[in-house]
């Protein structure tokens, strides 16, 4: 298989493929990887297409479904795997070493496959990939007579969904299982990231479900961390709150905490934060409990709005950024933002005031020997 897209050009795709044993019918879907979520998804797929389960699912060695075998050759089947086929009301079936019959049926699917659609294809990316794909699939189900059968699959396929059970209410966001322990760090560790939990479940075994687009974690049946899905790796996902227990013994912990919290919600808030953290040191810790807490009363997207105005006035502190939130934006016309700052902070001088102030005081500290005194001022000690 080739893609003519240059960008795409000796790049690898795997296929899920599975075949109704009675109607012939067929599922083929492509993939950057043999993960075993993937292999999950694909199974799911596979059923809503079909419209139901079927009773048994047959499948060869693979690890992401059988880890191996035990002292009477039965198959050890992957956690995973065997949750989904037990909430999905299916018996799963391996097939048995040196059985050529049924090792012959798979690997017959495979070939089937890459000799009937990838042989002599090209493909411009992975659109053109499943476009073309679905096209065939249309004609080997509904079309094209099976050679076992004589009729197209799509004939016989509603009396195999007499036979199915119905997909459970879960199939259109399975979060698949997993079992995990809490570190010492308070965070659970999937795929390559880390998300946090509630600070006193360390060194506990907890079970967490991946769904496609967040994960949850349960302690005891106890829904414990909900968290979105990271699609980076080797990211650290944290929520503070699980760590409100641990604050009481170590305060500068929480600091650390919420800046860190602060920094992932937006480049423009990491540099701010920085920025801040520089220019107004003494104060740190007021500063990031502040934002923090202004963070959580006004919602991520509004703070994140308003934390990028007072960046663009160079405006330095939790101070501004609150008072960006109280400015009535309906009636404030175009770039009098900064003015009205000022009506609402008199107090408080701009940031960069406070900077050209101390760079004239320091200028005039360098050079005060050379600026002459008015006259009719004497200096010296006092007597």
């Given at each position: 298989?080739?893609?003519?897209?240059?960008?795409?050009?000796?790049?690898?795709?795997?296929?899920?493929?599975?075949?109704?044993?009675?109607?012939?019918?067929?599922?083929?879907?492509?993939?950057?990887?043999?993960?075993?979520?993937?292999?999950?998804?694909?199974?799911?797929?596979?059923?809503?297409?079909?419209?139901?389960?079927?009773?048994?699912?047959?499948?060869?060695?693979?690890?992401?479904?059988?880890?191996?075998?035990?002292?009477?050759?039965?198959?050890?089947?992957?956690?995973?795997?065997?949750?989904?086929?037990?909430?999905?009301?299916?018996?799963?079936?391996?097939?048995?070493?040196?059985?050529?019959?049924?090792?012959?049926?798979?690997?017959?699917?495979?070939?089937?496959?890459?000799?009937?659609?990838?042989?002599?294809?090209?493909?411009?990316?992975?659109?053109?990939?499943?476009?073309?794909?679905?096209?065939?699939?249309?004609?080997?189900?509904?079309?094209?007579?099976?050679?076992?059968?004589?009729?197209?699959?799509?004939?016989?396929?509603?009396?195999?969904?007499?036979?199915?059970?119905?997909?459970?209410?879960?199939?259109?966001?399975?979060?698949?299982?997993?079992?995990?322990?809490?570190?010492?760090?308070?965070?659970?560790?999937?795929?390559?990231?880390?998300?946090?939990?509630?600070?006193?479940?360390?060194?506990?075994?907890?079970?967490?479900?991946?769904?496609?687009?967040?994960?949850?974690?349960?302690?005891?049946?106890?829904?414990?961390?909900?968290?979105?899905?990271?699609p980076e790796q080797h990211a650290?996902?944290?929520?503070?709150?699980?760590?409100?227990?641990?604050?009481?013994?170590?305060?500068?912990?929480?600091?650390?905490?919420?800046?860190?919290?602060?920094?992932?919600?937006?480049?423009?808030?990491?540099?701010?934060?920085?920025?801040?953290?520089?220019?107004?040191?003494?104060?740190?810790?007021?500063?990031?409990?502040?934002?923090?807490?202004?963070?959580?009363?006004?919602?991520?997207a509004d703070f994140v709005a308003?934390?990028?105005?007072?960046?663009?006035?160079?405006?330095?502190?939790?101070?501004?950024?609150?008072?960006?939130?109280?400015?009535?934006?309906?009636?404030?016309?175009?770039?009098?933002?900064?003015?009205?700052?000022?009506?609402?902070?008199?107090?408080?001088?701009?940031?960069?005031?406070?900077?050209?102030?101390?760079?004239?005081?320091?200028?005039?500290?360098?050079?005060?020997?050379?600026?002459?005194?008015?006259?009719?001022?004497?200096?010296?000690?006092?007597?």
């Amino acid at each position: 298989m080739a893609f003519t897209k240059p960008e795409l050009a000796g790049h690898t795709r795997y296929f899920f493929a599975a075949r109704l044993k009675y109607s012939r019918f067929m599922f083929v879907s492509f993939h950057t990887d043999m993960r075993e979520e993937t292999l999950l998804r694909c199974l799911i797929a596979c059923f809503q297409t079909i419209g139901g389960v079927p009773w048994v699912v047959v499948t060869d060695n693979m690890k992401t479904a059988v880890l191996g075998r035990n002292a009477e050759h039965e198959p050890v089947w992957n956690p995973a795997y065997q949750k989904l086929a037990v909430e999905f009301k299916f018996h799963p079936e391996a097939c048995a070493p040196a059985s050529g019959n049924q090792k012959g049926a798979v690997e017959n699917l495979v070939k089937y496959v890459k000799g009937n659609f990838i042989a002599g294809r090209s493909f411009h990316d992975d659109t053109d990939l499943a476009d073309q794909c679905r096209e065939w699939l249309s004609h080997v189900n509904t079309e094209r007579p099976s050679d076992a059968t004589g009729e197209a699959p799509v004939r016989r396929l509603g009396e195999e969904q007499a036979t199915f059970s119905a997909l459970p209410a879960t199939a259109q966001d399975y979060g698949f299982f997993d079992c995990v322990v809490v570190s010492r760090e308070g965070l659970v560790a999937i795929e390559t990231n880390r998300y946090s939990v509630p600070a006193h479940l360390m060194g506990q075994a907890v079970t967490a479900r991946i769904h496609a687009t967040h994960i949850e974690v349960f302690a005891d049946h106890e829904l414990v961390a909900t968290h979105a899905r990271s699609p980076e790796q080797h990211a650290r996902i944290v929520n503070p709150a699980h760590f409100e227990a641990a604050f009481s013994t170590k305060p500068r912990a929480r600091v650390m905490v919420y800046r860190d919290w602060l920094c992932d919600l937006a480049p423009v808030v990491n540099t701010y934060v920085q920025e801040l953290c520089h220019k107004r040191r003494a104060e740190m810790k007021e500063q990031m409990l502040a934002l923090y807490e202004l963070a959580q009363e006004i919602g991520k997207a509004d703070f994140v709005a308003a934390l990028e105005l007072a960046a663009e006035q160079q405006m330095y502190g939790a101070e501004y950024v609150r008072a960006i939130v109280t400015l009535p934006v309906a009636s404030v016309p175009s770039g009098t933002a900064e003015l009205c700052l000022a009506a609402l902070l008199p107090c408080v001088p701009r940031q960069q005031d406070v900077e050209r102030d101390l760079a004239n005081y320091e200028q005039y500290v360098a050079n005060r020997e050379q600026v002459p005194e008015p006259a009719g001022v004497q200096t010296g000690g006092c007597r």
